[in-house]
């Protein structure tokens, strides 16, 4: 049996085992939840901070069709044809359940002309589907898609919580590590949580 990625078996589920970086974008997203939707959304942050994960976090919670969810890494596929064709493709259809998802990782990879076109399928499908995309760097994406989403800005942890969440899956997997060697490992990844856990691993 293949050893599972501590990354993704503690990566979490709930929004009561995220860690969000104030209690504003908790009641943010706890608000979306209560209403049963999403606008489409833009988390911008560094890289492993928790933007994908919280975009997991909601279509869980939101209970969304795991058929209704397109997942596309931007970074491994950024032209314009392959991010057309899939999510045209795929949004053409009708939801399973309320509304189909597009969750667009990395968005900041695809060319300004890329992302011209993704703003044509999310205007011609609004009613039906809702796009979250996840970047990096925010001033790479056209503005156009700016003022179609709503922004999200993703802080990374304070390097307190950060150990903690480190010396927790530790604990959890009978990891003995002394303070010294877990520092260690925090000052060469921080805020890159996915980068440490899997260093530790």
């Known amino acids: 049996m293949m050893k599972q990625l501590w990354t993704e078996k503690y990566?979490?589920?709930?929004?009561?085992?995220?860690?969000?970086?104030d209690e504003a974008q908790k009641k943010q997203v706890q608000a979306w939840v209560n209403d049963k939707a999403i606008p489409h959304l833009l988390f911008s942050g560094a890289p492993g901070t928790g933007k994908t994960t919280l975009a997991k976090v909601?279509?869980?919670?939101?209970?969304v069709d795991e058929y209704d969810i397109l997942e596309i890494n931007a970074s491994r596929e950024n032209s314009v044809d392959t991010i057309r064709d899939k999510i045209t493709g795929f949004v053409q259809t009708m939801p399973f359940g309320d509304f189909k998802v597009v969750l667009l990782d990395e968005a900041d990879y695809i060319s300004p002309n890329g992302q011209a076109a993704l703003r044509g399928v999310m205007e011609m499908y609004h009613t039906s589907c809702r796009f979250i995309l996840t970047c990096n760097y925010p001033q790479r994406i056209i503005p156009a898609l700016h003022s179609r989403c709503q922004g999200f800005h993703i802080e990374k942890l304070d390097v307190q919580e950060f150990t903690a969440r480190l010396a927790t899956i530790c604990i959890d997997e009978g990891v003995e590590i002394d303070l010294e060697t877990l520092d260690t490992y925090v000052q060469a990844t921080y805020p890159d949580l996915r980068k440490s856990i899997n260093l530790v691993q």
């Not at 909601?58 to 209970?63: G, S």
């Open 11 to 21: 990566r979490p589920k709930t929004i009561k085992d995220y860690v969000f970086r």
């Open 58 to 63: 909601l279509l869980n919670v939101l209970e």
